[in-house]
């Protein structure tokens, strides 16, 4: 299933304290999707170290269907409340792999952009299952 060592190895290669990953992410993001940005509050950092900390705790439990499951739900379902729609996700994924691929320069790898790819699209998935049924 999920290459937990390709994942963890390659956010070393680009994760750094100062989140300037994270700050980047952002900003490749709003350049990309301007409509998200007035969903956001005007400081990014707080954000920024809650992203960073989530997609940490994330790796840390791969193997723990009963965790993922909760966890990501109720971020789901605080996702649903904030106005984030399905197609988001994708929005993000793409912003966030792209930039991590920046900033591992000539080291980032096609297999560790599989990786994160598919990862994120099970976090999201987990998430849009909490979402509440749409009526029509
Ligand atoms: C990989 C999927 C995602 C993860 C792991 C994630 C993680 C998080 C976390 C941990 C928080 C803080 C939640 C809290 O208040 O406890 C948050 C808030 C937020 N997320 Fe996400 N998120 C994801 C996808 C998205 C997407 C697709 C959007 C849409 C652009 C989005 C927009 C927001 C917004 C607007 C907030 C609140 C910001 C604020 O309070 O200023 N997130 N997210």
Do not use: C
Not at 2 to 13: P, T
Not at 24 to 42: I, N, S, W
Not at 50 to 66: G, N, R, S, T
Not at 118 to 136: K, N, Q, R, S, T
């Amino acid at each position: 299933m999920l290459n937990r060592e390709v994942l963890q190895d390659s956010l070393s290669l680009v994760i750094d304290d100062e989140h300037k990953l994270m700050l980047a992410f952002y900003d490749r993001l709003f350049d990309e999707h301007p409509e998200v940005r007035p969903l956001f509050g005007a400081d990014l950092r707080p954000q920024a170290t809650m992203l960073q900390q989530a997609i940490a705790a994330v790796l840390d439990h791969l193997d723990d269907a009963e965790w993922l499951g909760r966890t990501l739900g109720a971020l789901g379902r605080r996702h649903a409340d904030l106005g984030v729609t399905p197609e988001m996700y994708g929005w993000v994924a793409g912003a966030l792999v792209t930039t991590m691929a920046e900033r591992g320069g000539g080291d980032w790898t096609d297999e560790m952009t599989a990786a994160w790819t598919e990862a994120l699209g099970a976090v999201a998935g987990l998430m849009l299952d909490a979402y509440p049924a749409v009526a029509d």
